[in-house]
């Protein structure tokens, strides 16, 4: 059992470790199931659980304010449902806004709540 440093905060740790104690960083170690863990680009490491690097305070007023065009979901990634929502709210605009608004108070509170993922599948946790 040898000694390493953590790449992310450079404690020491044992070379078994799956992620780092202290930052919670998982390492790149070939004795866990599955090979590999993901690269830490798309997010970033808070007690070893991977949350998305965009804003939950923006995606909560890009949704409370725009909503009704899906704007909060384009700033997440998720540009095909953006687009099916503009679609909503076109033919909305035509019958009843009352699907869309429905969709957008149910994003809303999603989104308050922490549940809302991005393009990646990775929660916005952070409000900053």
Request: hydrophobic fraction near 45%; aromatic fraction near 12%; charge should be positive.
């Amino acid at each position: 059992m040898a000694m390493i440093k953590c790449p992310e905060c450079n404690f020491k740790i044992s070379d078994q470790s799956l992620s780092c104690p202290k930052c919670g960083r998982p390492l790149n170690n070939m004795n866990n199931a599955f090979g590999r863990f993901p690269s830490p680009d798309p997010g970033i490491y808070n007690n070893s659980i991977i949350i998305s690097s965009k804003s939950r305070l923006a995606a909560a007023l890009l949704c409370f304010f725009f909503g009704f065009l899906g704007v909060h979901r384009f700033y997440v990634g998720k540009t095909i449902s953006g687009v099916i929502m503009i679609l909503t709210f076109i033919i909305s605009l035509f019958l009843s806004l009352i699907p869309i608004t429905i969709w957008c108070i149910i994003d809303f509170i999603i989104i308050l709540c922490g549940s809302f993922t991005d393009n990646d599948g990775l929660a916005l946790k952070e409000w900053t």
